[in-house]
């Protein structure tokens, strides 16, 4: 079975500065990879995913994300954080071939300085 | 594009008692997946609906979990028999059939089991 460990419970940055969520992932074949963000009273919100292909990948917002087999990591970066980007970040896993059943990471908590 | 909708967004009940979700997906989309969501913790895939049809069930769906979606429209997810353990936040989301596997969720129905 697959699984997703976001080794970082809890982040903080300054507002401007450079940002990178780590996401470390099990599963034997290619996974499908995702992350999401969860703002307070709102929904997840998906920001990239990586199915096959360029291992870096553009999301929303600015983020991106690049994909390493050999360290089996898809970890989350955005150059420069503004306030706004404040949530919790969920890395997810999918099973090659379907979507539907995605197992996520316990998440990682970003508080943004001013 | 409204979104996917759930209600109610909050419900408290004692435990024995059985409890009702209801989840509207974005009209079109033919894909329903139930997540149930605990404190510090990621998702986890309880569900999945294409169309009317049950498709997948997640082992944690006791036999006190019992989910439709009769019309292939709006789905509801039942609890029967409440247990504290059951208190959570429980998620919807939905997808089209092409390009499925871009989830979009609802705000979630927070389930506090007394």
């Known amino acids: 079975a697959q699984s997703v460990t976001q080794p970082d419970i809890h982040i903080t940055v300054s507002e401007g500065a450079s940002l990178e969520l780590r996401c470390n992932y099990s599963y034997g074949a290619t996974p499908y990879l995702f992350w999401y963000v969860q703002s307070p009273g709102q929904g997840l919100q998906l920001l990239l995913k990586y199915f096959s292909g360029d291992t870096l990948v553009q999301g929303i917002k600015g983020f991106e994300a690049e994909f390493k087999r050999s360290q089996s990591s898809f970890n989350l970066r955005k150059p420069s954080v503004h306030w706004s980007d404040a949530a919790e970040y969920f890395c997810?896993?999918?099973?090659?071939?379907?979507?539907?059943?995605?197992?996520f990471g316990s998440g990682t908590q970003l508080t943004v300085l001013p | 594009d409204t979104g996917v909708s759930q209600d109610p967004r909050h419900k408290i009940t004692k435990r024995g008692q059985n409890v009702t979700f209801r989840c509207d997906p974005i009209s079109e989309h033919n894909r329903l997946y139930w997540y149930r969501q605990t404190l510090g913790q990621g998702p986890e895939f309880l569900t999945y609906?294409?169309?009317?049809?049950?498709?997948?069930k997640s082992r944690l769906l006791s036999d006190r979990f019992s989910a439709e979606r009769p019309k292939g429209s709006f789905s509801t997810l039942e609890i029967q028999r409440t247990e504290q353990g059951d208190s959570a936040m429980y998620l919807c989301?939905?997808?089209?059939?092409?390009?499925?596997?871009?989830?979009?969720f609802g705000s979630g129905t927070q389930l506090s089991v007394l």
């Open positions: 989301a939905s997808s089209p059939g092409l390009g499925g596997e871009k989830l979009f």
């Open positions: 609906f294409q169309n009317e049809a049950q498709l997948e």
């Open positions: 997810a896993v999918g099973v090659e071939g379907s979507a539907r059943q995605l197992t």
